[in-house]
T-cell receptor, first 114, second 112 residues
Framework: SQTIHQWPATLVQPVGSPLSLECTVE??????LYWYRQAAGRGLQLLFY??????ISSEVPQNLSASRPQDRQFILSSKKLLLSDSGFYLC?????????????FGAGTRLSVL | LAKTTQPISMDSYEGQEVNITCSHN???????ITWYQQFPSQGPRFIIQ???TKVTNEVASLFIPADRKSSTLSLPRVSLSDTAVYYC?????????????FGKGTMLLVSP
């Protein structure tokens, strides 16, 4: 069966520090991968998606970047965190050939920028 | 992308059936209707998906009228553990990737 792992679960970082969140998927090949952010009490905002190694599309301009160095690894990064980067970050995957687009989410990372 | 509208919140009691309706007036021919459940500090969890008519699984039922401009998620005999946010999404895979937009969802509160 397929599983998705995200770490760390929680993170407290000072303003201006770098960020690296990692997501890996097991049990599937060539998945579509996604990074979302959820601010407190709000819906999910799609940040990045990837359909293959090295292929990254951004949905909103921001202080963040994403990379996909391996087929089942997706990394969210920042060189200098802002206070507004605080939130709940979620990684998700979907079967590339699935027309119904069901996405499966990781447990999330709670990021607090102080 | 089809926009969805659903109630911000709903209240219910244990043992009752809960129906959450979602409007998606500009749904496209290729779009599927998918519902997710999210507990605090957890990722959304897939509940059910449908294209037309009725779909039922071990967790819920999804009713979709012929015009597909709305859908209703039905949760039979809810329990306290069903307290969560429920998201209705409409979308499909386009050009090699799936595109889904999450709104604010419906906060369901189940009381004893």
């Amino acid at each position: 069966s397929q599983t998705i792992h995200q770490w760390p679960a929680t993170l407290v970082q000072p303003v201006g520090s770098p960020l690296s969140l990692e997501c890996t998927v097991e049990g599937t090949s060539n998945p579509n991968l996604y990074w979302y952010r959820q601010a407190a009490g709000r819906g999910l905002q799609l940040l990045f998606y990837s359909v293959g190694i090295g292929q990254i599309s951004s949905e909103v301009p921001q202080n963040l970047s994403a990379s996909r160095p391996q087929d089942r690894q997706f990394i969210l990064s920042s060189k200098k965190l802002l206070l507004s980067d605080s939130g709940f970050y979620l990684c998700a995957w979907a079967t590339a050939t699935d027309p119904s687009s069901i996405q499966y989410f990781g447990a999330g990372t709670r990021l607090s920028v102080l | 992308l089809a926009k969805t509208t659903q109630p911000i919140s709903m209240d219910s009691y244990e043992g009752q059936e809960v129906n959450i309706t979602c409007s998606h007036n500009n749904i496209a021919t290729n779009d599927y209707i998918t519902w997710y459940q999210q507990f605090p500090s957890q990722g959304p969890r897939f509940i059910i998906q449908g294209y037309k008519t009725k779909v039922t699984n071990e967790v819920a039922s999804l009713f979709i009228p012929a015009d597909r401009k709305s859908s209703t998620l039905s949760l039979p005999r809810v329990s306290l553990s069903d307290t969560a946010v429920y998201y209705c999404l409409v979308g499909a895979r386009l050009s090699g990737y799936s595109t889904l937009t999450f709104g604010k969802g419906t906060m369901l509160l189940v009381s004893p």
